[in-house]
Nanobody, 122 residues
Framework: DVQLQASGGGLVQTGGSLRLSCVAS????????IGWFRQAPGKERELIAC??????????SDSDSVKARFTVSGDSAKYTVYLRMNSLKLEDTAVYYC?????????????WGQGTLVTVSS
């Protein structure tokens, strides 16, 4: 079975950092792009970044705030994609999800993880 296990969330103060992990199983890791999303209370889910296993195939959302503070990376040996979040703000509070799709250009994500909650406090 395909599984995506997101972890690493928690309570952090503004200005702090967290690294989220997404461990994949049940498929060939390098054959799929892994995306990170978040959904804040009362808001729609939004894409943060997509890790495509190469610099050319990795991209971020259009948000300047995200691009300046968040970094996505991967470890093929561990079937894991990371999301490093620095200088966290109150508005980063959300449930963070990882998802997998067949290619970086594919329009939809086929598999989703269960999410990990990030709470940023002042």
């Amino acid at each position: 079975d395909v599984q995506l296990q997101a972890s690493g969330g928690g309570l952090v103060q503004t200005g702090g950092s967290l690294r989220l992990s997404c461990v994949a199983s049940g498929f060939t890791f390098d054959d799929y792009a892994i995306g990170w999303f978040r959904q804040a209370p009362g808001k729609e889910r939004e894409l943060i970044a997509c890790f495509g296993h190469s610099v050319e195939d990795t991209y971020y959302s259009d948000s300047d705030s995200v691009k300046a503070r968040f970094t996505v990376s991967g470890d093929s040996a561990k079937y894991t994609v990371y999301l490093r979040m620095n200088s966290l703000k109150l508005e980063d509070t959300a449930v963070y999800y990882c998802a997998a799709k067949k290619s970086p250009q594919a329009p939809t994500y086929a598999y989703w993880g269960q999410g990990t909650l990030v709470t940023v406090s002042s």
